[in-house]
């Protein structure tokens, strides 16, 4: 059974430091791993989708890789802003018959300005 | 490009009650999927559908039902409704071919049982 883990639950930055937000599964046989936003009360904004065979993808300030073999992926976000400050999420996507994604239960972050 | 909308945004229910909510995909997506998201639990996938099938369910019991329609648009069904329903209630869709593409999120709509 999939299980997707973020750590840490919550994080508090002063603005302009780069950080890191980490993501493990624990089965390999993914389809694609997707990071989104969430701004309360919203829905989710899509960050970055890689692909199985991927091993990173580029988005302005953020970055994120994937490791298959290790059932890891992070996303890094350079010179943070108080913009930034959302729930980040990360999902796994299986096929199992149709596409059926796993969620992890986020990241709070918090960027003082 | 419109994207994924979903009606309604609030819904007030009572114990025992139905409730359908719908989502319209971004147009030429044939992939929609609902999650529940509930501040203990986190987003939970309900079901897929693709091409009116449902192609892949979560662990749900049957109260919970779905369809989809010729133009993709979907709706999801509760049947007798449990205070332990209330929740935010999303939509996502995407291309859902071979290479499909990043899922898209709707702004969900939040029911809240009585």
């Known amino acids: 059974k999939q299980e997707v883990t973020q750590i840490p639950a919550a994080l508090s930055v002063p603005e302009g430091e780069n950080l890191v937000l980490n993501c493990s599964f624990t089965d390999s046989a993914i389809y694609n791993l997707q990071w989104f936003r969430q701004d309360p009360g919203k829905g989710l904004t899509s960050l970055l989708l890689?692909?199985?065979?991927?091993r990173e993808q580029t988005s302005g300030r953020l970055n994120a890789s994937l490791d298959k073999s290790s059932g890891r992926s992070t996303l890094y976000i350079a010179a943070s802003q108080p913009g930034d400050s959302a729930t980040y999420l990360c999902a796994v996507t299986l096929v199992t018959g149709g596409f059926k994604t796993i969620f992890g239960a986020g990241t709070r972050l918090f960027v003082k300005a | 490009k419109a994207g994924v909308t979903q009606t309604p945004r609030y819904l007030i229910k009572t114990r025992g009650q139905q409730v359908t909510l719908s989502c319209s995909p971004i147009?030429?997506?044939?992939?929609v999927s609902w999650y529940q998201q509930t501040p203990g639990q986190g987003l939970q996938f309900l079901f897929e559908y693709f091409s009116e099938t449902q192609r892949n369910k979560g662990n749900f019991p049957g109260r919970f039902s779905g369809r989809q329609f010729s133009n993709s648009r979907s709706e999801m069904n509760v049947s007798t409704l449990e205070l332990g329903d209330s929740a935010l209630y999303l939509c996502?869709?995407?291309?859902?071919?071979?290479?499909?593409?990043?899922?898209?999120f709707g702004d969900g709509t939040r029911l809240s049982i009585l």
């Open positions: 890689i692909q199985s065979s991927q």
């Open positions: 996502a869709s995407s291309p859902g071919g071979r290479e499909d593409g990043p899922q898209h």
């Open positions: 147009s030429g997506h044939r992939s």
